[in-house]
């Protein structure tokens, strides 16, 4: 019903957010809020966004995910989504989410690595 | 056994000293009482049970007085009913002498099973007709065995279609042979995700060496593919794109430069090793 379900935790200089299973509308609009607010406070250099418990995606979510990871970038941060439910990233695709300026990771421990290897890996390949 | 005094009646297969005492009618009366393996039963000529003998009891459950004057509508679903299926049976059966159908059937406690059953039309001297002969037979059992056997085929079919194999320490490959139509490919999508997040896989290998064409609905599939896969967290490698492959894909004007590709499937786990122990020091350092 809140934001409060929310919890963005800072690790040294990442912002560790975990998203609970079925996010409304509200706790969303409250993700981006929380998530802005804190990247300034910390001068945080990039988030992790934990979303391993969420099984469902619609297009609000998904919009809010890919306009996030943006302001993040422009405030000089990478966005890092992690352990993302093979049925959620169909539902993504069929919404034709393609998630093009974020980057992805398995599971938040790996997310972590490439945070500590050399960034944006992915485009470098 | 056989009195050699008495010689055989001629003509006849009532050999035995016994059919001297006994009508063969009876005998056959006898026969169709006690054969348990089949429902046979005679109606009248609207549908009415004449008679009942011990596999009908046996297969449907009731007992002869609780069935005989009853029309034969008891023993079919109330859709099948519903649809006419019974004033069906018996029109064919009167204009053809004969009819054969398999479905379900409904017993005494309202449970189904899967029957056989032959109708057909009795008629006297005159051709007149006097009633019909029905013979059902239970094939519950086999008709389980048969779905149990083409489920197992199916199973062995989806295996076959969409292997999806960890060759390598985070890296699974997915050697496709043979033309790929929607269904695969969403197969394909499925096991794919499925196994790449079972196995913590950062590599997803997909080698289209044995595919020997690929039309634009396959290509759309298969970026698709991609794009989940990445959503994971993991990278998809093509690999086996030949020079035929290439052209197509190029006329079809379907765009891959975001995609990684490689000719060789050796290619492609090479890039996929060097890129995992590119990797791996910082790895360690963090375990340490």
């Known amino acids: 019903m809140s934001a409060d379900r929310l919890s963005v935790i800072r690790i040294r200089d990442l912002l560790m957010v975990t998203v609970p299973p079925d996010p409304d ?11 802005l607010a804190a990247m300034e406070q910390y001068e945080a250099k990039g988030v992790v966004l934990d979303i391993s418990p969420v099984d469902t995606l619609d297009s609000f979510f998904a919009r809010t995910l890919s306009e996030t990871a943006q302001m993040v970038g422009l405030m000089g ?18 919404i034709g989410l393609t998630l093009r300026k974020i980057e992805t990771a398995l599971n938040v421990d790996r997310a972590l690595d490439m945070v500590s290897s050399k960034p944006q890996l992915k485009k470098s390949l | 056994m056989r009195k050699p005094t008495k010689a055989p009646a001629a003509g006849s297969t009532a050999a035995s000293p016994l059919v001297d005492k006994v009508q063969t009618s009876d005998l056959l009366h006898l026969l169709v009482d006690s054969v ?6 005679l109606l009248d000529k609207d549908g009415k049970v004449l008679t009942w003998n ?3 009891e046996r297969i449907k459950g009731w007992k002869a007085n609780e069935i005989i004057g009853q029309h034969f509508s008891r023993f079919y679903a109330p859709e099948d009913i519903a649809k006419g299926k019974t004033e069906t049976e018996l029109k064919v059966t009167r204009e053809e002498g004969r009819f054969e159908d398999e479905g379900w059937r409904v017993r005494k406690d309202g449970s189904r099973f899967w029957a056989n059953v032959i109708m057909t039309a009795l008629r006297d001297k005159n051709g007149e007709l ?5 013979v059902t037979r239970d094939l519950s059992a086999s008709r389980a065995a048969q779905d149990k056997l083409k489920k197992q085929a199916q199973e062995i ?36 995700l499925q196994r790449v997040t079972e196995t913590s896989s950062p590599f997803a290998v997909l080698d289209i060496t044995g595919v020997p064409t690929i039309d634009t609905q396959t290509a759309q599939h298969l970026i698709e593919t991609i794009s989940a896969v990445r959503l994971l967290g993991a990278e998809v490698i093509l690999t086996g794109v030949r020079p035929v492959i290439a052209q197509t894909l190029v006329h079809l004007g379907i765009d891959l430069s975001n995609v ?10 090479r890039l996929a090793i060097s890129t995992l122990n590119e990797n791996a020091p910082a790895r360690t350092e963090r375990a340490v």
């Open chain 2, 260 to 269: 990684l590709t490689r000719t060789s499937l050796a290619a492609g786990l």
């Open chain 1, 77 to 94: 941060g990478r966005t890092i989504i992690a352990g993302m439910r093979p049925a959620v990233a169909v539902t993504a695709v069929q």
């Open chain 2, 54 to 56: 011990a596999g009908a």
């Open chain 2, 157 to 192: 079919m989806e295996m076959a279609t969409v292997p999806v194999v960890q060759v390598w320490e985070g890296i699974v490959l997915v050697p496709l042979i043979g033309m790929l139509d929607s269904q695969r490919t969403q197969q394909l999508m499925e096991r794919l």
């Open chain 1, 25 to 35: 509308d509200v706790t969303i609009s409250g993700l981006q809020q929380r998530v």
């Open chain 2, 130 to 134: 006097v009633g019909f002969g029905k």
């Open chain 2, 36 to 41: 348990k393996d089949y429902a046979i039963l």
